[in-house]
């Protein structure tokens, strides 16, 4: 028998004002699948343990260039607990990329089974890596299960099933540039398939503009500039041709942010922006 399946959207941290930008704040969204008791997240955000030692993880160029709020309640771990999910339930962790802000939260779930490209996990492991991973988010105790180049496709790009849960079907998209591995995340829900696009952009109303201008942050955290041009290309044309089989958001524009959770009748159950944010006993 198979298993209700609910989705439920979440931000796992926050970042801005970003200088030289309009941007006054940046979520890390995030998706929470659940399927009976067991709980699937699509990125971690930052951990418990950038969010209590800040300047030892994350750095004091970081946490002042990012506008990072320091707040261990955001964290995925204290969040979920808010929701009554225990680290425990969650048993899989499907990863767009290796920074920070998406899979800082790894080790706060050490049961769960890490699912991401091969080619991110080769260049987090490569001895000149980008400045946003850190040698501690992966240890050897991590279950990592890693995707290499298949033949399948998804709506015409590159696509890796995922072995979840009977039910859920998930991809991982590549979509290179950001980081040399990043992916987006293809799930479909309720017959509609939604893709979780990472950092593959980061603002909607500039990024798919006809000429889109190279935003200051993408341009200043890319692996590779022409594949970032080539795989933002890849998803305005997947909007333009795809758009009403297919609903996007990436991780850092707050107003989709805000139209995934109160605009979809689904407000996130714990006010981030307000005052309603649990007292953390740590």
């Known amino acids: 028998m198979v298993e209700r399946i609910s989705i439920e959207h979440a931000t796992f941290g926050l970042l801005g004002p970003l200088s030289h930008t309009p941007t006054r704040t940046m979520s890390v969204h995030c998706v929470i699948i659940l399927i009976g008791d067991r709980v699937i997240l699509v990125d971690t955000g930052f951990g418990t343990r950038e969010m209590l030692e800040p300047n030892r993880y994350l ?14 309640r955001l964290t995925a771990l204290h969040r979920l607990a808010a ?15 290796l ?7 790894l080790h706060d779930f050490p049961g769960a089974t890490v699912h991401l490209s091969a080619e991110e996990l080769a260049a987090y492991d490569e ?7 850190h040698p501690y988010q992966v240890s050897r105790q991590t279950n990592l299960t890693t995707y290499g180049p298949t033949d399948e496709q998804w709506f015409g790009l590159p ?56 935003l200051p942050l993408e341009i ?22 795809y758009g009403s089989e297919i609903a996007m958001f990436c991780a850092h524009d707050h107003q989709e942010y805000t139209g995934w959770t109160e605009g979809r009748g689904r407000t996130d159950p714990v006010d981030v922006f307000g005052r309603n944010l649990p007292q953390s006993s740590t």
């Open 159 to 214: 696509a890796r099933s995922l072995p979840l849960p009977q039910g859920l079907d998930a991809k991982l998209i590549p979509l290179p540039g950001h980081s040399k591995g990043h992916c987006g995340v293809a799930y479909r829900e309720n017959g509609q398939w939604t893709l979780h696009a990472g950092d593959a952009y980061f603002d909607a109303r500039v990024n798919f503009l006809d000429t889109p201008p190279g």
């Open 83 to 97: 929701r009554g999910i225990r680290a425990e339930q969650v048993t899989d962790i499907v990863l767009t990329h």
């Open 99 to 105: 920074d920070a802000d998406h899979a800082g939260g």
């Open 59 to 72: 750095g004091s160029d970081a946490l002042l260039s990012l506008g990072i709020v320091v707040d261990v």
């Open 220 to 241: 200043a955290m890319q692996a590779d500039p022409c594949e970032r041009v080539a795989s933002l290309s890849k998803l305005r044309e997947l909007r333009s041709r």
């Open 127 to 133: 001895p000149q890596s980008r400045g946003s991973y």
